[in-house]
């Protein structure tokens, strides 16, 4: 039999199913309502909240249930639950949409607008975000993600109030494998299993983690409920499409009918100690009865003075002291190494003197995954490493860009189209060029060249070489870009992407001017032309370019020889 609900009652608050005999008459309502868009994290929210997930909620905290879990881990009536699960809205979206305690207001997928829900409003209210930020993540450390997601991406006010579902989320991705609590606990009944241990993941799972789990599972005579989360994760995180195809590679590697997957919509905030509390809470609502709570669980690392946030046990430690009240059992995360010798992992406490043990740590396996080194089959099974190595290609297959930001006329577009061939002559990447002129022409022919439109014109290239660059592709772009903040906020998009490399072609304004055959600079002395980047508008050199080349001292090919040896230190181009 799965575990109970958490809650006073024990009751799964599905409010899908509770709500799916009016669900036409809910639907036309939402029709006629104001609307609220819903953020990523709020989608997500929404999406536990009426499948039960997050029981016993039936809505967003009003500000008692809130004041009661930031400063006591309890909601008004008591009940333990260790995270603020709020709507926040701006001040203009309460105005706009006359906002008010007693006022209904439509719940919609921000994806493709679908009505999810209706909400009656309780109470609107102001938090203390500083409060909320050292009660809940331990500082208002702005190193924290969650933090700074609180102060820079959190609207000022909070709506609080109850739910009715109208359409769960569509998803469009594994969904044989995305199971709400009352269909994972109706599996778990079908294949009878009493005892399920969870385990909670955000990254790849590897020989190590089949190896604590099943040993888990066997100690307690349970199963094993692989649980990963596939909302919002940590920034800088393997996207969950890999993961996903990495969890999926491994479950045939557990014995017959041990382990089940299922995914977990969650929006996670890195809390720590408060996030093992509330991940405990979650997997006993999917009918857990047994819960891994890993070393430094849902630590988001260093703090501003480079110190862990949160101590190594602490999670496990808040975990276990609401034991009872959680009604799901401990176990903690066993540091598994490898014994060469005996061709088998143990936990690294119980390794006798003198064994030798081998380990990869996660920096390691990046190195390797990023060089195309070997990956032992110790450490990961085969299937996992292609997997990982066809989402993570190895550097001389990744894609970058190329950004030359200098005057008109400094030779940056010259050195573009240089580069161009020469990268099409390495071979193994599709080259595309974005020279200034072309992109003003095809991506922003209404834009003119005020610092605003300049700075549209940048991101828009941004945009495109960011998805160029995901791809796999080389990006080589020559905008003037002579603003600063928008080369910086450029860099930013294609990082998250690939390897963003600036080149200030830093030819003297002087001589480009007096090498300019088309007349440019003469014309907007004139008076002909407005906004030309070093007649009537700045030119910011740039602080931050890893390379600086002056074309009034080199000829074109030793400029794109430079270029091309950056790329070579770098591991992208083989020489």
Not at 36 to 49: G, M, N, P
Request: glycine share 6%.
């Amino acid at each position: 039999m799965s575990n109970p609900p958490h809650g006073p009652n024990n009751v799964l608050k599905d409010l899908v199913a509770r709500d799916a005999p009016i669900r036409a008459q809910l639907t036309e309502e939402s029709a006629s309502l104001p609307d609220i868009i819903l953020t990523e994290r709020q989608l997500c929210d929404l999406e536990l909240i009426i499948c039960g997930g997050f029981s016993p909620l039936e809505g967003f905290m009003n500000q008692a249930d809130y004041d009661g879990v930031v400063e006591n881990l309890r909601l008004a009536d008591g009940t333990l639950f260790s995270m603020p699960i709020t709507l926040d809205v701006s001040q203009a979206q309460i105005d706009q949409l006359q906002l008010a305690p007693g006022k209904r207001v439509t719940l919609r997928d921000l994806r493709d607008d679908a009505p999810l829900a209706i909400l009656t409003i309780d109470d609107i209210y102001k938090p203390n975000k500083e409060n909320e930020a050292v009660k809940v993540f331990g500082a208002n450390d702005f190193a924290h993600p969650a933090v700074t997601y609180l102060h820079n991406s959190t609207a000022e006010f909070y709506v609080g109030g109850k739910v009715q579902a109208v359409n769960p989320p569509s998803h469009h991705d594994y969904v044989e494998a995305r199971y709400t609590p009352a269909e994972l606990r109706a599996h778990f009944a079908k294949l009878h299993w009493q005892r399920v241990v969870a385990f909670q993941t955000r990254n790849p799972m590897h020989r190590a983690h089949r190896e604590l789990t099943v040993r888990a599972a066997r100690q307690r005579q349970a199963n094993v409920l692989i649980h990963p989360v596939v909302g919002l994760t940590k920034p800088g995180d393997i996207d969950h499409y890999t993961r996903v195809r990495v969890y999926k590679a491994l479950m045939p590697r557990y014995p017959n009918g041990m382990a089940v997957l299922a995914l977990l919509p969650l929006a996670m905030r890195m809390a720590g100690p408060r996030e093992a509390v509330w991940h405990a809470i979650i997997r006993k609502n999917y009918g857990a009865t047994h819960f891994i709570v890993g070393r430094d669980h849902a630590g988001p690392g260093k703090n501003s003075q480079g110190q862990d946030f949160y101590g190594p046990y602490d999670a496990q430690d808040l975990v276990e002291k609401y034991r009872d009240e959680l009604g799901i059992e401990v176990v903690p995360f066993l540091q598994m190494t490898y014994l060469p010798e005996k061709d088998e992992y143990m936990p690294k406490d119980q390794v006798p003197t003198g064994v030798q043990t081998l380990d990869i740590s996660g920096t390691e396996l990046r190195r390797r995954l990023r060089n195309g080194l070997p990956i032992p089959e110790w450490f990961s099974y085969p299937e996992v490493v292609r997997v990982l190595r066809e989402s993570h290609p190895p550097r001389n297959q990744q894609g970058f860009t190329i950004m030359l930001t200098g005057h008109h006329n400094s030779g940056k577009d010259t050195i573009a189209r240089a580069l161009q061939v020469s990268l099409n002559q390495q071979a193994g990447r599709s080259v595309t060029l974005l020279l200034g002129e072309t992109v003003r022409h095809e991506l922003s022919a209404e834009l003119g060249f005020s610092r605003e439109d300049r700075y549209k014109n940048v991101q828009r290239i941004a945009f495109v070489a960011s998805e160029l660059t995901r791809a796999g592709a080389a990006v080589v772009a020559s905008p003037t870009a002579p603003f600063d903040d928008s080369r910086k906020t450029a860099r930013a998009t294609v990082e998250a992407s690939g390897s963003f490399y600036l080149i200030h072609v830093a030819t003297p304004l002087e001589y480009c001017e007096k090498t300019d055959r088309r007349g440019l600079f003469k014309r907007a002395r004139a008076g002909e032309i407005k906004g030309f980047t070093g007649v009537d508008q700045p030119y910011e050199a740039p602080a931050d370019a890893q390379l600086v080349v002056d074309m009034s001292k080199l000829d074109v090919h030793s400029a794109v020889h430079q270029i091309l040896l950056l790329l070579e230190s770098d591991g992208l181009l083989a020489l």
